[in-house]
């Protein structure tokens, strides 16, 4: 399986943004899938993440802010953003094959994308 993000850029605090990944391989609709995050000088730390079936799951910082969702008939997953605040600038990594029930944990992940970077101004 093959990753590819897109949809960073720059934008105000309070704005919205979308992210996508858009997935090789007709495995990936069976796979869960998910986005992390990582800022300078920080660890990667995880987003969200959403199962084959339409479950999700989200990171305290993001609750009622982000909504992942996914098109298994497109092999894609979106992140939607909203209520931007500086803190949430990092590179943002799709992410999917979840291999253990540690979802937030960065090790549980077995194929990554490339990363898109998401700036938050103030």
């Known amino acids: 399986v093959q990753l590819q993000a897109s949809g960073g850029g720059l934008v105000q605090a309070g704005g919205s943004l979308r992210l996508s990944c858009a997935a090789s391989g007709r495995a990936f609709r069976n796979y869960s899938t998910g986005w992390f995050r990582q800022a300078p000088g920080k660890e990667r730390e995880f987003v969200a993440s959403?199962?084959?079936?339409?479950?999700?799951s989200y990171a305290d910082s993001v609750e009622d802010r982000f909504t992942i969702s996914r098109d298994n008939a497109k092999n894609t997953v979106s992140l939607q953003m909203t209520r931007m605040k500086p803190e949430d600038t990092a590179v943002y990594y799709c992410?999917?094959?979840?291999?253990?029930?540690?979802?937030?944990?960065?090790?549980?992940?077995?194929?990554w994308g490339q990363g898109t970077q998401v700036t938050v101004s103030s």
């Open positions: 959403i199962s084959w079936s339409g479950g999700h």
């Open positions: 992410t999917a094959q979840l291999t253990s029930l540690r979802y937030s944990d960065s090790q549980a992940w077995g194929y």
